[in-house]
């Protein structure tokens, strides 16, 4: 019956996106060009498939490559264009980093030793769990992250639960720990434009647009990392200290669950101190990529050489670890098998975000649109606050990757009519995508936690708000009054 009702859902969905994309053809509301109404057609089709879901979000992004040279709006190769961004391979290259992290187990030892470092408390695990799933999401997705945490939280949770003495509210404990990994997946990512997919999505629309912009990956953790901090604080607290307090004292069956998990990990094996080089590695060369390249001009990187250069890396060097005791060579830290747990549908997503966008633009829609919205707006900070306002709430609800693919034309046309460095506007458009924090289907990690069975819905809609706000708050400010200082167009 279940599936009966998911499939008439799905159909329906179809058949609306279609509705709704020949009414704006054949009616034209908004009297633009015959190419641009195609084009107009084709994005509502799009919108509505990945709003209702109606198919895999990576499918629907591959409609640009049929539906544009049948209906002459771009040739084929224009169409695909957009799946061989650059940007694509920075994410690509942030995914096999993730895979190599993950594989050899060195995602465990971090975040496992991070709650080791900071006491076994109530609040002390839960600041723990915290750093250490906000550290993580800066550089795996913040999916792959809280897939991670979940298990070791599930954990702690039993061992508290058993040797507890009725000091303190388990409960809350429990609850909290579940809602702290969910938000710290999604605030740890906003620090590096490869810790979450609507980073990069953005990131991409702009190296397209402004091949000259100055957004790189020092001047985004300069702006974002400090955010990230400040909004990871926050968490704690009102976590913590507000709204669900746990008075849980330090115990010591906790702290022998946490010692064991490390020692059976035992030392750090050859493959896992390679990995760890070679991570090391490229976070020093994005960081320093604009002194090296200021300093000799034999060479120029950029993000996704370095990316690029990472992965090949990883499939070189080899383990240390014998595949099997019958083979007497080794592997490398990566082989191509381990690929096919790489989100390989995020990839499409942006290539055929980047797509639309460029034929959008083309057409001359995002122009008039924004300056039909600039015609509603206030003063620039008011701008950038109603911006963050409505993108956070509205991604309670959309795909906060689609919405920034939607989104990032719109307020870039908007910030160029009103004369403004669209990185103003898009910047917290951006962010703003990646911290819906009051209902499950706002992100993965969410949803993740709430089918743990610790959290009810209106627990999760109470601390999501309060967090909202705050998000609201920090990315304004922060977009506001540093932005400008840091990156320009």
Not at 106 to 118: E, S
Not at 163 to 184: D, E, Q, R, V
Request: aromatic content about 10%; glycine content about 8%; some cysteine.
């Amino acid at each position: 019956m279940i599936k009966v009702k998911k499939y008439q859902v799905q159909t329906i969905s179809l058949l609306g996106g279609i509705v709704i994309a020949l009414f704006l053809y054949f009616s034209n509301p908004f009297g633009v060009e015959h190419t641009a109404s195609k084009v107009l057609a084709v994005a509502a089709l799009m919108i509505t498939w990945w709003v209702t879901e109606a198919l895999p979000m990576p499918v629907v992004a591959l409609l640009p490559l049929v539906l544009f040279p049948l209906l002459k709006i771009s040739k084929l190769e224009a169409a695909a264009s957009g799946y061989a961004n650059p940007v694509i391979f920075l994410f690509m290259g942030g995914f096999m980093l993730g895979l190599a992290i993950e594989k050899w187990n060195l995602h465990r030892r971090i975040a496992l030793n991070i709650v080791r470092l900071t006491g076994t408390s109530g609040d002390r695990i839960i600041l723990g769990f915290i750093l250490a799933t906000g550290l993580l999401s800066m550089w795996l997705s913040n999916t792959a992250t809280t897939m991670m945490m979940f298990p070791i939280a599930l954990s702690v949770i039993h061992v508290m639960k058993e040797n507890n003495t009725g000091n303190g509210n388990i409960a809350n404990f429990s609850l909290t720990i579940m809602l702290a990994i969910a938000y710290a997946s999604n605030i740890g990512g906003i620090a590096t434009i490869i810790g979450t997919p609507p980073n990069v999505a953005y990131i991409g629309y702009i190296e397209k647009k402004f091949p000259d912009s100055s957004v790189d990956f020092v001047s985004w953790m300069l702006l974002c990392m400090p955010m990230a901090i400040l909004l990871l604080i926050c968490l704690y607290w009102v976590m913590v200290k507000w709204l669900f307090p746990s008075r849980i004292k330090s115990d010591t069956a906790t702290k022998g669950l946490i010692r064991n998990e490390i020692l059976l990990l035992g030392p750090l094996s050859v493959a896992e101190k390679r990995v760890l080089i070679i991570f090391i590695s490229t976070a020093l060369l994005w960081i320093t990529r604009s002194i090296i390249n200021n300093a000799q001009s034999f060479i120029k990187l950029d993000d996704t050489i370095i990316a690029m250069l990472c992965a090949l890396a990883l499939f070189i060097c080899p383990s240390g670890k014998r595949e099997s005791k019958d083979e007497e060579g080794t592997g490398s830290l990566l082989e191509w098998n381990d690929t096919a747990k790489m989100a390989w549908g995020i990839l499409l997503l942006f290539g055929g975000g980047i797509s639309l966008a460029t034929a959008l633009e083309n057409a001359g829609l995002i122009e008039q649109l924004g300056g039909w919205l600039a015609q509603f707006s206030g003063n620039g900070f008011i701008l950038v606050f109603t911006i963050t306002v409505i993108t956070i709430f509205l991604s309670e609800v959309m795909s906060n990757v689609a919405q920034v693919i939607v989104f990032a034309p719109v307020v870039t046309s908007l910030a160029i009519a009103l004369k403004l460095d669209p990185l103003l506007l898009g910047i917290p458009m951006t962010l703003a995508a990646s911290c819906a924090s009051m209902l499950p289907m706002g992100t993965p990690p969410n949803a993740i936690v709430f089918a743990s069975g610790y959290i009810k819905l209106r627990q999760m809609t109470k601390a999501g708000f309060i967090m909202n706000i705050v998000s609201i708050i920090l990315i304004t400010l922060f977009s506001w009054f540093l932005l400008p200082l840091l990156m320009k167009i």
